[in-house]
Structures are given as structure tokens and as C-alpha cells.
């Protein structure tokens, strides 16, 4: 009987390997996703404060998120996810990608957390609705954004709050997250196509064809002394909160 | 051994003890490991020296509830007074009332006293005193170290603060840049009949600064004040051998009668000099504090306050990283720690080192410009009021727990 394991997810060990070496590589802060480490701090205090805003949490809890569910859609290897699960939530990760799904659980089971990782498309899986969904930098690699939407949509409880950030469509955008940042390497090369980023306005349309009502976005500007930070600058990329209208 | 925990601080010292407590008070746990006998470090008479405790300092020891304990211990310092070999032109950095002391003095035996008091009470630390350790590990998740009994204990972060040798920073291979004075500060306890009245000395002689700080009087209402002494290498042996008498004798030619007659010297001790800074104080799970991460001249008594600083600074990022969901060992909270800390505590151990070259420099031109040098800091408020807020400690980007 051929690997009759493998479809009850059960990985192999050279496999395991393989993902732990893929984990490692995601989680190096000085590696490929090095841009993305540097942003996490960065849109965690966004989330941070959207919490504290949506559910009157202390703002020093060290668990805000505790008894609460959460669904972090193109999870990665965890990134979010993993800082999401120690605020308290009970974390779901999905992933389109197996390989990212397999390496965000041998990086959770390191680190000691209990975090629900499921690779697929988010249609295809029957699990409810949570408290917190967030889709970190996902909506511009959507092909039918209008139907990655409501799904999203689809998962969130009445009361949930939703957080996305995705790149603005604007000239500054082009030059220099596909432009500059992929040219010396800060952004592995084919990662983004200029054409599939939305403007804020276009996104409130999306959230709002999927009876969601967009908060107020705030951007994520680059600069050389502060680096990246929350800023009101939209023109690069940016973060928002949405909730049933 | 099951107890994983949030910091693994190699060094329970003054700064290592400082960070768990500060720690502790934001909700992390702490494994402090140190090889002394903290009976023998407290025990009188083991080592006269003594701190100055800048205002910023003074304010993470408030903020921590070590202060009203220590409060009646404290000789504030009304007053700083800075000569060229007790030559006139001197320079007073004297604060106007409402401006508040320069500093407070302690003798390190109180500091310890009251820190480790506090940190025994404190459940979120697992003091493990007189321990060897045997190895350490820093690993994708986590951190550990064995001890000698084969103790294994584990955290997420890895802190080096065991001073200037720190066997941590040898062991992550950080470079250290580092000269040594070729010089010792002797250090003594000198009572003296005039009243000190709160003023803080430092005389520059070629061969080095020579200081008196002020201390509480003792029980009987003598006074008091901590001497450091700087003399060349090939000199400090025959100073630590000198009789009592002989050896105030030395100290009062150096000094005059600002104190009156010195009547007693405590026992002395030698301690080499040497400015150090390392190329980096972080790497990977591993974060360095004190003087594991720079070590300055003790001139300017900043040494202390310093490690403080890296305390409140560090323990400030691992506070807003636990705010955000990241765990204490994540990257992007140590890389916030270096840019803040890094920087900072090299300006001002450059600063001290200028200092100790240009008071270093024999002969009455040299004397001569140091004094026109100080009578012009003397006539400019501004120059002034920055050595009084460097002194303070208050200068730069504070740390919160270092603020009232």
C-alpha cells in the first residue's frame, strides 16, 4: 500500500525535514521573508489597537484575545498566526500552499503552541465562522477577489472584526515594492504584479459588495530613520478594519 | 526539567538582579543564575565600593518598589565639583532647589541587600545562586543552559550580564573592542572630620582622576565618603601595601583639607580600568547588559546607570513585544534593543574616554588649557546644564521605567 499515510496528513520524516528546513528558512529574519518580519511588529500594533478598540480590552492584557477564535487566511509559515495564538485566540492558519502549512506546524509545535494549520482554499473548508478573521497581504495575490471576499465574509462572527492589509495601487507602489524592492532583493522577484493591487476606495467597494462596512485605513510607510511604521501615508500599503454592516 | 521561562539572565549582580525584578514587575518570569555566594557579597567589609545612582536610575528603582526601602540609605549629591590638581578654575555644577540632587550615592553592599531581598520574595524569579554553568545553547525556540549539578534550565531569552568579562559574550563570539588604561582605581572609605555637605569631588591629576563622593555619616556621626583613586599600574601595589597612615597621608596631599583631617581608611581595593564596547549587543536570543556591553572609566560614576538604562530599555521593548503577541526571543524586539542601546551607551563611553585622555596629559600647558577649558563650561549655562543632565543620567531617549 503506497504511502497510504500521506492523505490523512500524516508527513513523512525526509519530508518532515524538508519542512522544517522551509520553516526555517520562512522564520530566518534575515532571510527571504525578511521584509515580512520586519512588517509584522508593524501591523501588530495596528491589530493590537483594533482589538482593544473592537472588544474594550485592557490595552496592558497580555491576552486580550483569550476565549476568542481567529482565522489567519494565507497564514504562511505563521507568521501572524503564532503571535495571534499568545494573545490568547484560538488560532486556525489556512494556506492554498501544503508546503507553508507543513512548515507553520513544525514551527508552532517548536515554539510550543497549539495553533490549527489547514492547507487548501479557504471554499473548501467547512469550519464556521470566528471572532477575528485576518488576511495579511493575501487580497492582491487573489485571482476572483470578488469571491475570495465573501468568503472571507462568510467567516467572520456576527460581531467579528476582520483586519486585511494589502499594497495600494499607486506610482509610488509600482517603483517601489515591484520595482525597487524586488530589483535588490527585498522582496523575492515575481512576488507582486502592480495590476492586481487595490486602491482603499476599490477595497471599501469589494468589503462592502460582501455587506462589510470598511473602518478607517491606516498605511505602512518606509522610512530610512523609523523605518517601516504606521503612518498616514496610504500610498505604499495599508491596513483597515471591516465588520458587518 | 519542565519550566521553560520567559528570560534566562546569566549574571545576578547588580544589573542582572535590576533586569529580573523590572522584568518581573511586567509579568515575565526569570531564570538568574550566578556562580557567588550572595551571603559572601553581602557580608560587610566585602567590597567598599560604592554608586553613584543617577536620578534616572533612581526613578527604575521607584518604579520597581525598591526606593522607599533604600531611601534612608542614600547620600544625595548637592553638588559636583571638578578641579585641575586643586588648582583654581574649578567647575560647580550646582543645581538650582528646584532642579532636584545630582545623583545619590550608595555603597553597593546596600544596593545588593535590598535587590536581593526583593528578588527572593518575588515568585516570577527562580534564583539559582552559586552555580557553575557548564554549557550553554541557543536554539530556533528556545534558549538553555546547564549547570554543574546538571540542572538544565530554559527560556526564550538569553541575557548576558555577568560584567565586563561576560563568558556569554565570549561564547556567542562578539567581538570586543576594548583598551586598557594601564591604570587601577583604588578603592577606600575615608572618614574625615569636616562635613562633606553633599559635594562630590573629582580632581584631575596626569596620572588620573582621584574622587570623593559623599556618603551617609556613619552611626556614630563621623563622616564619610568613598575615595577612588587612579594610579598607574606599576604604582597600585605599593598603594594597597602603604600603612593606614601613610596611605592618608598620600590621599590628603592629593586632595587638601577640603575634608579636614582624614582619620580612618577603610579596607582598600584595586580594580583595573579599561573602556570596552562590543560590536554588537545582541544576537540571536542572546541580548547583553551593563558592562557585558560596554564598560566605561568610572570618572564620571556612570558605569551603573548606564546597565540601568539597558535595563529599562530592554525590559520596555519585551513589554511592547508581549503587548504585540511576540515572544520575548523575537528578532525584530532585540534588533529595537541594539538600535537603542547600541548607539547611546557608545556616545557616552567615548565621552568619559575623552575626558580620562585629555585629564591624562602631563605637563603645564596641557594644565593650562584644561583649566581655560573648565572656566569656560563654568561661565556657559548651557554646556553646564548638559553635564548636569548627563550626570543625572537624563539625556537621550529614556526608557519609561526611567522616568518618574
Excluded at chain 1, 476568542?68 to 503564532?82: Q, R
Excluded at chain 1, 510550543?112 to 492582491?140: K, N, P, S
Excluded at chain 2, 520567559?6 to 515575565?28: E, Q, S, Y
Excluded at chain 2, 540609605?73 to 548637592?78: N, R, V
Amino acid at each position: 500500500m503506497p504511502d497510504a499515510t500521506v492523505a490523512n496528513l500524516t508527513i513523512r520524516e525526509d519530508e518532515a525535514a524538508h519542512f522544517g528546513k522551509l520553516a526555517a528558512e520562512w522564520w530566518d529574519p534575515k532571510g527571504s521573508s525578511a521584509m515580512l518580519h520586519r512588517l509584522n511588529p508593524v501591523r501588530l500594533k495596528f491589530i493590537r489597537r483594533a482589538i482593544d478598540m473592537h472588544w474594550a480590552s485592557d490595552v496592558e492584557a497580555r491576552k486580550p484575545l483569550s476565549g476568542k477564535s481567529a482565522l489567519d487566511v494565507g497564514c504562511g509559515a505563521g507568521l501572524l498566526s503564532e503571535p495571534l495564538a499568545r494573545l490568547g485566540a484560538d488560532v486556525t492558519g489556512v494556506d492554498a500552499a501544503p508546503e507553508n502549512i507543513a512548515a507553520a506546524s513544525a514551527h508552532a509545535e517548536g515554539a510550543g503552541l497549539d495553533i490549527r494549520y489547514m492547507a487548501g482554499e479557504l471554499a473548501a473548508q467547512d469550519i464556521g465562522t470566528f471572532d477575528l478573521v485576518t488576511a495579511m497581504e493575501v487580497l492582491e495575490h487573489v485571482a476572483d477577489k470578488r469571491a475570495f471576499m465573501r468568503e472571507l465574509a462568510a467567516r467572520l462572527a456576527p460581531d467579528g472584526l476582520m483586519i486585511l492589509s494589502t499594497p495600494n495601487r499607486t506610482p509610488q507602489s509600482r517603483v517601489l515594492m515591484v520595482g525597487a524592492a524586488e530589483a535588490v532583493g527585498l522582496i523575492p522577484r515575481g512576488t507582486h504584479d502592480w495590476n492586481d493591487f487595490l486602491t482603499p476606495e476599490e477595497l471599501r467597494d469589494l468589503l462592502s459588495g460582501a455587506g462589510l462596512t470598511m473602518g478607517e485605513p491606516e498605511g505602512i510607510a518606509f522610512s530610512p530613520v523609523k523605518g517601516l511604521h504606521l503612518s498616514g501615508d496610504l500610498s505604499l500599503n495599508y491596513i483597515v478594519t471591516a465588520r458587518r454592516a | 526539567m519542565d519550566d521553560k521561562r520567559d528570560l534566562l539572565i546569566l549574571g545576578g549582580g547588580l544589573v542582572g538582579m535590576t533586569l529580573a525584578l523590572a522584568a518581573a514587575r511586567k509579568g515575565f518570569t526569570s531564570h538568574v543564575v550566578d556562580r557567588a555566594d550572595p551571603e559572601a557579597l553581602t557580608a560587610e567589609g566585602f567590597d567598599g565600593r560604592a554608586s553613584a545612582i543617577s536620578t534616572a536610575s533612581w526613578n527604575l528603582f521607584t518604579n520597581i518598589g525598591l526606593a522607599d526601602g533604600l531611601e534612608q540609605y542614600g547620600q544625595p549629591i548637592s553638588s559636583i565639583a571638578v578641579t585641575d590638581q586643586m588648582k583654581p578654575g574649578r567647575i560647580d555644577f550646582t543645581p538650582q532647589p528646584h532642579e532636584g540632587s545630582l545623583g545619590r550615592m550608595f555603597a553597593n553592599r546596600t544596593l545588593r541587600l535590598a535587590l536581593f531581598e526583593a528578588a527572593e520574595k518575588e515568585e516570577a524569579i527562580a534564583w539559582h545562586a552559586k552555580s557553575e554553568i557548564v554549557s550553554r545553547s541557543r536554539g530556533e525556540h528556545g534558549v538553555a543552559a546547564e549547570l554543574s549539578d546538571g540542572t538544565r534550565l530554559e527560556a526564550s531569552l538569553m541575557i548576558g550580564a555577568e560584567g565586563r568579562g561576560s563568558p556569554t559574550r565570549e561564547d556567542a563570539g562578539i567581538a570586543v573592542a576594548k583598551w586598557q588604561y594601564e591604570h587601577r582605581a583604588i578603592i577606600a572609605g575615608l572618614t574625615h572630620s569636616k562635613p562633606h555637605g553633599g559635594v562630590a569631588w573629582e580632581i584631575f591629576y596626569p596620572a588620573g582622576p582621584f574622587a570623593l563622593l559623599p556618603m551617609q555619616d556613619n552611626e556614630d556621626g563621623t563622616h564619610r565618603s568613598a575615595l577612588v583613586w587612579t594610579v598607574s599600574e606599576e604604582d597600585a601595589a605599593g598603594v594597597l601595601k602603604l600603612s593606614d597612615r601613610a596611605f592618608l597621608a598620600e590621599a590628603e596631599k592629593r586632595m587638601g583639607r577640603v575634608l579636614g583631617d582624614l582619620t580612618a581608611a577603610g579596607p582598600r581595593s584595586s580594580f583595573p580600568l579599561g573602556f570596552h564596547h562590543t560590536a554588537t549587543i545582541t544576537d540571536r536570543r542572546l541580548a547583553l547588559v551593563g558592562d557585558a556591553a560596554h564598560g566605561i572609566h568610572p570618572i564620571a560614576g556612570q558605569g551603573l546607570n548606564l546597565g540601568l538604562r539597558d535595563v529599562g530599555a530592554l525590559v520596555e521593548v519585551l513589554a511592547e513585544g508581549a503587548r504585540l503577541g511576540l515572544d520575548p526571543g523575537d528578532a525584530q524586539l532585540l534588533d529595537r534593543y541594539e538600535k537603542w542601546r547600541g548607539l547611546d551607551s557608545f556616545m557616552v563611553a567615548l565621552a568619559t574616554d575623552g575626558l580620562t585622555r585629555l585629564f591624562g596629559l602631563p605637563g603645564p600647558a596641557a594644565s593650562a588649557i584644561r583649566r581655560f577649558g573648565m572656566g569656560g563650561v563654568q561661565r556657559l549655562p548651557l554646556l553646564k546644564n548638559w553635564f548636569m543632565d548627563e550626570a543625572r543620567g537624563v539625556t537621550g531617549d529614556m526608557p519609561e521605567l526611567l522616568e518618574a
